[in-house]
């Protein structure tokens, strides 16, 4: 199970941290990512970090703005976002998957209920 929190109304430029809290002992097998949901649109992928947390991967929307981390102790993803822009105004959702990071949503097979996140300009 995985449960998002950390969503809000913020002012463009700002920041928001999101948080991803698994249950279950096998987390730290599990690569992570974030997606989101704009109105309207189809759901896409923004970040997503490997097992071990070595390595990363990001859209090129959010590259340099973005950061994404895991701490496995607690068995929670992060999304620290910067410099927010109304276009990132969307529903966050994160997902795990076994192993191996991907960037398609039809590879993850968990997934979180999302959080709202509105940038206002």
């Known amino acids: 199970q995985l449960i998002e929190s950390g969503g809000g109304l913020v002012q463009a430029g700002g920041s928001l941290r999101l948080s991803c809290a698994a249950s279950g002992r096998t987390f730290s097998s599990y690569a992570m990512g974030w997606f989101r949901q704009a109105p309207g649109k189809e759901r896409e992928f923004v970040a997503s970090i490997s097992w071990s947390g070595s390595n990363t991967d990001y859209a090129d929307s959010v590259e340099g703005r973005f950061i994404i981390s895991r701490n496995n102790a607690v068995n929670t993803v992060y999304l620290d976002m910067n410099s927010l822009k109304p276009e990132d105004t969307a529903v966050y959702y994160c997902?795990?998957?076994?192993?191996?990071?991907?960037?398609?949503?039809?590879?993850?097979?968990?997934w979180g209920q999302g959080t709202q996140v509105t940038v206002s300009s």
């Open positions: 997902a795990g998957r076994y192993r191996a990071m991907s960037t398609s949503e039809r590879a993850y097979g968990y």
